[in-house]
C-alpha cells in the first residue's frame, strides 16, 4: 500500500475503531495545513507542513498522527509528528504505518509502542483528568471557553496554528484567574482576529467577572490611535449591532455622559483621558463595569508609570486586562512585561517568515557624501545660524538644519532604484520634511502623470489625509502610490500591497523599528518580498540582540544606592501620540538653512549594497556572507563543473537545481545581486555559479551565445530563424527565456499566434526538442 491506502485502509479505521468521530465531540481532522510555505520568490513557495490527522475532542486539539506507508517503518514521521504537536500545542503525537504505533507525550516526555491508539475520553482524562461534578471551577471554566467553537464567519476564514495557540493560552489564563495576560505577535499575524476570537468566546460562554456564568461580560477595547480602534469595531461585526458601540468624543460632549448599554466599547486613551474641567470621561465608569480589556499595542504608553493613561488602566483594576503586542518594551521609562507579567505566548517574525504568514525582506543601503555635513566657507547660509566647527548628524537634518541638495540628491537614488509603480511608505524626519520629499517626488516620477501619484499623510494632512490612506489602503486603487509621513504611519496602517519602505529619517527606537518593518510584512499576491530602502543606517538594528526577539529584563540598581538604571541602546521613549498623532511635530520650526556651493551637487557621489532575510537565523545578511554562504551550500547540489554544465545544458535539470537553489534561500533576485557582487551581470547565471563554487572564468551570454551560432548550420532555415530569435532574447533579459515555460511565450511573440509556429517549425514535439537540444550548444566546454 502507498501512503493514501495505508491511511484509509488501515489507520483511519483504527482511529473510528477507537472512538474518534463516533464519540460525541470527537473530531477526526484530516491533511491540517499548518503552515503556507515559506516564500522563496517567483511566486513559489517551500512545501507547506501539513498534518495528517489532528485529533480533536470537545473542541480542544489532543493529538496528531503523522502516518506513513505500510512498506515503511512505523517511526519513520516521529519527528515530524513531534514537530507539528509542539507547533500545535497538542499533547500527544502518533507515529504509525497502520501496523505498529509509536506514543508520545509530549508534556512529560514519555514515548515508546502502544498497541491501539486511546479514545477521545480516555486521552481527555489523561490530559485534564476525570470530570468533576463541582461546577465552575478552574476546570469547569476552562472547559466551557474551550467549548465554544471559533467564529469562521461561515467556513469563509480558518485560524492559523499559532492564532489558536494565542488564544488557547489566553483562554486557560482567564480560567485561571490571572488579572494581567500578555501576547506578543509579530505585526501583520492578526493580533484583532485573535482577541476578536477571544471575546466571542467568553461572550458565548458567559463568562464574568462574578464567574457565575449568569450574564454577558462588559468588554472594552482599548487603543491609542482611532484608526486601530476603528479596524477592531469592524472586525467584531459577527456580533450583534446593538452589542458594539464606538465611543467618540463628540458623542460625549452632545451627550454629556459615557454609554452604558451595550456589552463592547470601542475607544482610544486620548478620548477616555479628556472630559469637562480635569474630571475625565472614565471616571464616570465604575471600576468593576468591564469584565475584560485590552489593549491595542500596549507598549506604546498605556504601561509607562509615569503616563496618566495608565491611570485608566489602574481606574478599572478589577477587570482582567490582556495587553497586545509586537514589541513589548523594557527599559527604564516603560517596562511592559512589569505591569502584565511574562508573555503567554510569542510568535515572532522569524517564525511568521518561515511558516509562510508574512512577507519577507531585504534591504537597500545607501550612503552618501552628506550623510553627515560641516559648513564649509563657499557654501551660503540662507536663513539661520551656523555652527562652522559642528559636525551635522543624521538627527540634525531636517530638525536642525535644512540642505535641499541633500534631500534632492537623496529622492533622486530613491526614484532611479524603485520601482515606481510599487506602493511605498517613505518615512520623514518632521512633517515639512514629509512635504519637501512629497514635492521632490512628484517632480522626479517618470511612470505616472497623475499630480497625486505621492501625497502626504500626517497629522497636519487631516481628513484630506486620512482619504488618501483610505484609497492607498484600497488594493484596486493605484494612486496614491507613494505616501510620505513622519510619525503617523509607523503603526496600524494595514496595506498588504506595500511593497517598499523607505527610511529619510533616524529611528533611535527599537520598538518603533518593528513597527516600521512590519508596514510590510502583510502577504499580498505575487509578492515575495518588500524592500526596506535605508539611508540612515537603520540596517543596525538587525544586528541587536532585541531584534525579532524579547528584550532582555531590565538591569537592577546599582549595589548601594537607588539610582537610576542604565537604559538600553534605544531609550528615547516614544511620543505618548494622540488621535491624529505624528509624534509632537505639530508645528514649523525654524530651521537653519544651507545652500551648497556651485557646482558641489553635480559631484555628489553615493554608495549602494543589498542585504538579504536569512531565514535560518532571521538575520540580514550582506551580499558577501550570502556569497560566502552560497560557496558552502554548493557542493550538496553537484560535485564538479562537468556535473553542473550537464545540469545547466537541460531545460528540466537546470529548472529542478534552480528550485533547490530557492528552497535554500537563494531565489532569482538574490542571485540577480549576486551576479552585481561578482560583476557577471552581462553573464549567465551560470557563470555565476561555476564563479563562486570553482572559480571558473565568466563569459558573456552575447559570447556564449555568437559561439552557440556555430551550429545553427545543423537546422532547417525556419529553425535556425528561431533559435537565432531566441538566442537574442536570451542576450538581452537572460537565462530564465530558455525555460520551457517560457517557449510558447516566445513563439507567440516571434509568430504571433502558435499555428504561424506550428507551420514554420513543425509539431510541438519537435518544436520543443529543438528549443532544448540546442541550449547544450551555450554551454560547451
Known amino acids: 500500500m502507498n501512503e493514501q491506502e495505508t491511511r484509509s485502509n488501515l489507520i483511519y479505521p483504527r482511529l473510528v475503531e477507537a ?59 516521529l519527528m515530524q509528528a513531534k514537530e507539528y504537536a509542539d507547533r500545535l500545542n497538542t499533547p500527544y503525537a502518533y507515529a504509525t504505518n497502520g501496523e505498529e504505533i509509536y506514543e508520545v507525550n509530549m508534556q512529560e516526555g514519555r514515548e515508546g509502542d502502544v498497541a491501539a491508539f486511546p479514545g477521545p475520553q480516555e486521552l ?18 476552562k472547559d466551557r471557553l474551550h467549548a465554544v467553537p471559533f467564529e469562521a464567519y461561515g467556513e469563509r476564514w480558518q485560524l492559523r496554528y499559532y492564532q489558536q495557540n494565542a488564544i488557547s493560552a489566553v483562554i486557560n489564563a482567564i480560567a485561571e484567574g490571572q488579572q494581567r495576560i500578555l501576547l506578543t505577535l509579530a505585526t501583520g499575524t492578526g493580533k484583532t482576529a485573535i482577541s476578536f476570537q477571544i471575546i466571542w468566546k467568553l461572550f458565548q460562554a458567559r463568562w464574568n467577572l462574578n464567574r457565575d456564568g449568569q450574564r454577558t461580560p462588559r468588554v472594552l477595547f482599548l487603543a491609542d490611535r482611532n484608526i486601530l480602534a476603528n479596524q477592531a469595531y469592524i472586525a467584531f461585526s459577527a456580533f450583534e449591532e446593538e452589542a458594539l458601540c464606538r465611543i467618540r468624543p463628540s458623542e460625549l460632549r452632545k451627550k454629556g455622559k459615557v454609554p452604558t448599554n451595550r456589552s463592547i466599547f470601542f475607544t482610544i486613551f ?68 512589569d505591569y502584565f507579567g511574562e508573555p503567554v505566548y510569542v510568535y515572532s517574525l522569524k517564525e511568521g517568515i518561515n511558516d509562510g504568514f508574512l512577507t519577507p525582506f531585504r534591504v537597500k ?60 511608505i517613505v518615512f520623514c524626519a518632521t512633517q515639512e520634511h514629509a512635504a519637501a520629499v512629497r514635492d521632490l517626488i512628484n517632480q522626479m516620477k517618470t ?8 501625497v502626504r499623510v500626517t497629522a497636519n494632512d487631516g481628513d484630506q489625509g486620512e482619504k488618501y490612506l483610505r484609497d492607498f489602503q484600497n488594493d484596486e486603487k493605484h494612486i496614491p502610490t507613494i505616501l510620505t509621513t513622519s510619525q503617523k504611519l509607523s503603526t496600524g496602517v494595514d496595506a498588504p500591497e506595500v511593497r517598499n519602505i523607505v527610511l ?130 554548493l557542493p550538496g547540489l553537484f560535485t564538479n563543473e562537468q556535473e553542473l554544465r550537464r545540469i545547466w545544458s537541460k531545460p528540466d535539470t537546470r529548472r529542478q537545481l534552480l528550485q533547490e537553489l530557492e528552497e535554500k534561500g537563494y531565489g532569482h533576485d538574490q542571485l540577480r545581486e549576486l551576479q552585481k557582487l ?78 504561424n509556429a506550428k507551420a514554420a517549425l513543425g509539431p510541438p514535439a519537435t518544436i520543443k526538442r529543438t528549443f532544448d537540444d540546442f541550449q547544450q550548444f551555450l554551454y560547451a566546454g
Not at 518588500?530 to 528584550?551: C, L, M
Open 447 to 454: 511612470l505616472s502623470n497623475d499630480v497625486r501619484y505621492c
Open 19 to 77: 472512538g474518534w468521530k463516533e464519540t460525541d465531540g470527537s473530531i477526526i481532522r484530516e491533511e491540517i495545513h499548518i503552515t503556507k510555505g515559506r516564500l522563496i520568490g517567483n511566486g513559489r513557495r517551500e512545501k507547506p507542513k501539513i498534518a495528517d490527522y489532528i485529533l480533536r475532542y470537545r473542541n480542544r486539539d489532543l493529538a496528531v498522527v503523522e502516518a506513513k506507508a505500510r512498506s515503511k517503518h512505523y517511526t519513520e514521521g
Open 678 to 755: 561578482t560583476d557577471a551581470e552581462d553573464c549567465d547565471l551560470y557563470d555565476v555559479l561555476s564563479y563562486v563554487a570553482f572559480t571558473a572564468d565568466k563569459i558573456k551570454r552575447s559570447t556564449r551565445a555568437d559561439k552557440a551560432r556555430i551550429h545553427l548550420q545543423e537546422y532547417d532555415p525556419a529553425q535556425q530563424e528561431f533559435l537565432n530569435f531566441v538566442l537574442q532574447q536570451y542576450v538581452e533579459v537572460g537565462v530564465e527565456e530558455l525555460d520551457q515555460q517560457k517557449l510558447q511565450s516566445l513563439l507567440k511573440l516571434k509568430y504571433r499566434a502558435i499555428a
Open 504 to 633: 529619510l529619517r533616524k529611528v533611535n527606537s527599537m520598538v518603533e523599528f518593528k513597527q516600521i518593518v512590519g508596514r510590510g510584512t502583510r502577504l499580498y499576491d505575487n509578492k515575495d518580498y518588500f524592500t526596506i530602502y535605508d539611508f540612515v543606517k537603520a540596517y543596525e538594528h538587525f544586528n541587536d540582540p532585541e531584534w525579532d526577539g524579547e528584550p532582555d529584563a531590565p538591569e537592577p540598581p546599582a549595589p548601594g544606592g537607588d539610582g537610576p538604571r542604565e537604559p538600553k541602546p534605544y531609550p528615547q521613549p516614544e511620543p505618548p501620540g494622540s488621535a491624529g498623532d505624528d509624534g509632537g511635530d505639530s508645528g514649523y520650526r525654524k530651521r537653519t538653512k544651507v545652500k551648497l556651493a556651485d557646482g558641489k551637487y553635480r559631484h555628489l557621489q553615493h554608495m549602494a549594497s543589498t542585504s538579504f532575510y536569512e531565514p535560518d537565523t532571521g538575520r540580514l545578511l550582506s551580499a558577501q556572507e550570502f556569497l560566502e554562504r552560497l560557496f558552502g551550500d
Open 124 to 141: 481527555w482524562e489523561r490530559i485534564y483528568g476525570p470530570d468533576e461534578p463541582a461546577p465552575l471551577s478552574v476546570a469547569d471554566w
Open 365 to 424: 543601503k545607501f550612503t552618501t557624501q552628506l550623510d553627515e555635513y560641516q559648513f564649509e566657507p563657499d557654501d551660503v547660509v540662507l536663513d539661520g545660524e551656523i555652527d562652522p566647527k559642528r559636525l551635522y548628524r543624521e538627527e540634525d537634518f531636517n530638525r536642525i538644519i535644512e540642505i535641499k541638495e541633500r534631500e534632492k540628491y537623496r529622492v533622486q537614488l530613491l526614484m532611479e532604484h524603485l520601482d515606481q509603480r510599487q506602493k511605498t
Open 270 to 337: 486620548q478620548t477616555f483621558m479628556s472630559g469637562e474641567e480635569d474630571s475625565p470621561w472614565y471616571t464616570e465608569y465604575d471600576p468593576d463595569f468591564f469584565d475584560f480589556i485590552v489593549i491595542d499595542e500596549c507598549h506604546r504608553g498605556g504601561a509607562r508609570d509615569e503616563s496618566r493613561w495608565r491611570e485608566v488602566m489602574e481606574h478599572f483594576e478589577p477587570a482582567v486586562q490582556l495587553g497586545m503586542t509586537a514589541t513589548p518594551k523594557r527599559d527604564v521609562n516603560a517596562d511592559t512585561y
